[in-house]
């Protein structure tokens, strides 16, 4: 296999935001399965993109994150690990040598109940809770999906978001980050984090 340095990719990365200033030599890759930005050349210029500026990159992947977009009942939670090895597979010429962080491990691990209890306290803030029922109307109008599952959905990666973001690394997400209800969550860790949303543009041919 080659090395993810060798693959050619017609598409350079920008830069659409950032969100704080915490300098760090390691990137978060949040892969949402499914946003075709994380697919064949936009993923390979990515991780090009990040090997030449941080001296470790690491995938986050977000699969069974995704079940709560699933009508599917107790089957979502398979349906969703299984795109993520499908995800895996395919990709994984691309992701050569990089570490793989599954959603099912970070729900396992010992910092995340904690964690979640932190968000519910922070949401006790009026402000914040308005923010989150908002971005849940959004998403759960443009999805089709329950309101009550979108909520879900934040809360559950505003969770682990919360612990993942106490190791230092700068988190790259080819989207929309979730900054508003960072700030009226007011949590010290959020504070802290740095965040940058990327897409992708074609590479000018001679």
Not at 97 to 114: E, H, V
Not at 158 to 184: R, S
């Amino acid at each position: 296999m080659r090395a993810p340095q060798q693959i050619v990719s017609d598409y350079r990365v920008t830069v659409n935001g950032t969100y704080g200033q915490r300098a760090a030599n390691r990137a978060r890759i949040q892969v949402s399965v499914g946003n075709p930005k994380y697919e064949g050349n936009k993923l390979v210029a990515l991780i090009k993109w990040c090997a030449s500026r941080f001296e470790e990159t690491e995938i986050i992947l977000s699969d069974t994150l995704q079940r709560y977009n699933y009508s599917s009942g107790d089957a979502a939670w398979d349906e969703s690990r299984q795109e993520g090895d499908r995800w895996i597979e395919r990709n994984a010429e691309t992701l050569k040598g990089l570490k793989i962080t599954r959603w099912d491990d970070l729900l396992r691990d010992d910092a995340f109940m904690p964690s979640m209890q932190k968000i519910e306290s922070g949401l006790n803030n009026p402000e914040a809770r308005k923010c989150l029922f908002e971005m849940a109307a959004r998403f759960s109008t443009r999805n089709d999906i329950p309101p009550e599952k979108c909520i879900a959905f934040l809360k559950e990666e505003l969770a682990v978001f919360h612990f993942l973001m106490q190791a230092p690394a700068v988190d790259i997400y080819a989207g929309t980050w979730v900054t508003n209800i960072f700030e009226t969550l007011s949590l010290p860790v959020f504070e802290n984090a740095q965040c940058i949303v990327v897409d992708f543009e074609r590479k000018k041919t001679a």
